[in-house]
């Protein structure tokens, strides 16, 4: 079938975006799913740092790419041996797991090697491509690639939720609230009564942040950003305390999220730490990005650090968690969103990249 899917042909492109236009809609030749794998018609696909750092090269991949990897859609067709239902609702899911492997083992402590393969070589989890361009193979973001109206994806790729969840709650739920959602409670262990800090409002962050919120008990909030606007976001969704990282001194937390990616926010965040307490670093810096670390201050300071990779989550049981919490109404995701047509992806780039906004969820 023939979809429309915004295409990068080439890396390293600069801003603005808007202007120089990195990402062109397409017409693409989507081919039918094979066994395992799932037609999906997109709803909402969100934007995310994790595509940008694939438009500006930090993030080396193969082109041509349909990019996007955080979405919802609706299953309009399956190849064999699948099990999910037509007419569900699914969660696009940025590293499937092949179940198989050691690091598959580990109960989302480690990626799977076998996903890891294909998301960096542009492939769906069996190694198949199902885009193709003026009669050339377009390779999948992440097997996911939902900047486009229809997807096929590995079934290992998707996670059913209830159709009664709006897209841009959904699609939000399979990638900023995985990933910082899940650095607090997989990683960290929080269970509510600690005290957290939060390094980074953008989409990943303003998502630690309302879980955080979601299931404290007695536990205090620190929100921490450069962006003034953001502080302010902060303390309406629930933070106890904001600041900018030159206010840091004096404060500290048991549990400290960077979100950001960047080597000063994780900086600030170890002395956000307190002692005792564990740092969890879930932003992806660009390649030979370093840091300064004092290692007395983790040794005399008994601080643990955690590196943890799309929350250390296995989604399949962590997402129908989150969907819980937000049918409680203690996870509003929809606060963060903005929703926008997918005809102003470059504009939306540029918002991004300038930390304008904290999630823009593209609508087909």
Not at 85 to 93: C, P
Not at 161 to 185: F, H, I, K, Q, S
Not at 253 to 269: D, L
Request: hydrophobic share 45%; proline share 6%.
């Amino acid at each position: 079938m023939r979809i429309q899917a915004a295409v990068l042909e080439q890396q390293e492109n600069q801003r603005p975006y808007a202007k120089h236009r990195p990402l062109t809609l397409r017409e693409v030749q989507l081919q039918e799913p094979g066994p395992g794998e799932v037609l999906v018609r997109i709803t909402a696909a969100g934007l995310c740092h994790s595509d940008l750092s694939v438009i500006d090269g930090n993030r080396s991949r193969p082109v041509p790419m349909v990019l996007g990897h955080e979405s919802a859609g609706i299953i309009e067709q399956v190849g064999p041996g699948v099990e999910l239902a037509l007419g569900q609702q699914v969660i696009s899911v940025f590293l499937p797991r092949c179940e198989n492997c050691a690091a598959c083992a580990t109960g989302g402590k480690l990626p799977c090697t076998a996903g890891t393969e294909a998301n960096t070589a542009g492939t769906l989890l069996t190694g198949a491509r199902r885009l193709v361009m003026d009669g050339q193979p377009v390779h999948h973001h992440l097997g996911v690639s939902a900047f486009a109206n229809y997807a096929v994806m590995d079934e290992r790729s998707l996670v059913a939720v209830g159709n009664d969840v709006p897209p841009e709650v959904a699609a939000v739920l399979g990638c900023a609230v995985l990933t910082g959602g899940g650095a607090l409670r997989n990683a960290a262990g929080a269970s509510g009564s600690e005290d957290v800090a939060i390094v980074g409002l953008g989409g990943v962050g303003m998502a630690a942040l309302l879980v955080a919120v979601g299931q404290r008990t007695t536990g205090k909030i620190l929100a921490i950003d450069a962006n003034e606007d953001k502080l302010a976001v902060a303390l309406e969704l629930g933070a106890d305390a904001a600041c900018t990282p030159q206010e840091v001194a004096g404060r500290s937390a048991e549990i400290a999220i960077e979100a950001a990616g960047h080597p000063r926010a994780f900086e600030t965040a170890l002395a956000a730490t307190a002692v005792g307490g564990t740092l969890v670093t879930v932003g992806l810096p660009a390649p030979g990005a370093m840091s300064a670390i004092e290692p007395l201050s983790l040794t005399a300071g008994a601080r643990t650090i955690i590196g943890s990779y799309m929350g250390s989550a296995l989604p399949a049981n962590d997402i129908p968690y989150y969907e819980g919490l937000w049918r409680a109404g203690r996870l509003p995701v929809q606060k963060l969103v903005r929703t926008r047509p997918m005809e102003q992806i470059n504009e939306a780039l540029d918002e991004l990249a300038e930390g304008r906004s904290v999630r823009q969820v593209l609508l087909p």
